[in-house]
Antibody, heavy 120, light 113 residues
Framework: QVQLQESGPGLVKPSQTLSLTCTVS??????????WSWVRQPAGKGLEWIGRIYTSGSTSYNPSLKSRVTMSVDTSKNQFSLRLSSVTAADTAVYYCAMTPGRNSPFDYWGQGTLVTVSS | DIVMTQSPDSLAVSLGERATINCKSS????????????LGWYQQKPGQPPKLLIYWASTRESGVPDRISGSGSETEFTLTISSLQAEDVAVYYC?????????FGQGTKLEIK
């Protein structure tokens, strides 16, 4: 059974960089085939795909956030990470990591989500 | 970007009755070369991540009850719950995975009347 778990600071100051890590268990990131994404959801609102990364390090970002997003993968720790720079209050949301079993596939595994609040 | 639009925004249905949620995409999500429709449906309950219910527009995920079904093609899709149960109260989202950026509908809140 694949499990994903987000971790990182729950409070980030405006203009700083949000950093989150997703730890994967039950599946090796380096085995290939799967894509690893970040999705966010402001309180009471809908879902926004942030971007994805493959085991090779190849990335695809949402153009709406592309200038501020960096994703990376650490196969030795079976983790992947998100960095979002120059955050504002509009970046306050629950951040989910998720897995798709292929390049264009549905999200079949999700983490429980972590709330990140941007506030001074 | 492919825009996904759901209707209605909220829906109240009596227990045992049928619930129907619609989703339209701003362009086709049917890939002609493999005849697959890149459309999924998710259920989200408060405090939980979304749960995949339906993929390829009409394929039920393992463990999803058969009262829940998906249909449609090209740009118009429907999620149907044939006989509403109390545990079906949730927000439902459609999502296209045809092309990046992947996009979701705005959600439909399903409640019991």
């Amino acid at each position: 059974q694949v499990q994903l778990q987000e971790s990182g600071p729950g409070l980030v100051k405006p203009s700083q960089t949000l950093s989150l890590t997703c730890t994967v268990s039950g599946r090796s990131i380096s085995s290939g085939g799967d894509y690893w994404s970040w999705v966010r959801q402001p309180a009471g609102k809908g879902l926004e795909w942030i971007g994805r990364i493959y085991t090779s390090g190849s990335t695809s970002y949402n153009p709406s956030l592309k200038s501020r997003v960096t994703m990376s993968v650490d196969t030795s720790k079976n983790q992947f990470s998100l960095r979002l720079s120059s955050v504002t209050a509009a970046d306050t949301a629950v951040y989910y990591c998720a897995m798709t079993p292929g390049r264009n596939s549905p999200f079949d595994y999700w983490g429980q989500g972590t709330l990140v609040t941007v506030s001074s | 970007d492919i825009v996904m639009t759901q209707s209605p925004d909220s829906l109240a249905v009596s227990l045992g009755e049928r619930a129907t949620i619609n989703c339209k995409s701003s362009q086709t999500v049917l890939y002609n070369s493999n005849n697959k429709t890149y459309l999924g449906w998710y259920q989200q309950k408060p405090g939980q991540p979304p749960k995949l219910l339906i993929y390829w527009a009409s394929t039920r995920e393992s463990g999803v009850p058969d009262r829940i079904s998906g249909s449609g093609s090209e740009t118009e899709f429907t999620l149907t719950i044939s006989s509403l149960q109390a545990e079906d109260v949730a927000v439902y989202y459609c999502q296209q995975y045809y092309s990046t950026p992947y996009t979701f509908g705005q959600g439909t809140k399903l409640e019991i009347k």
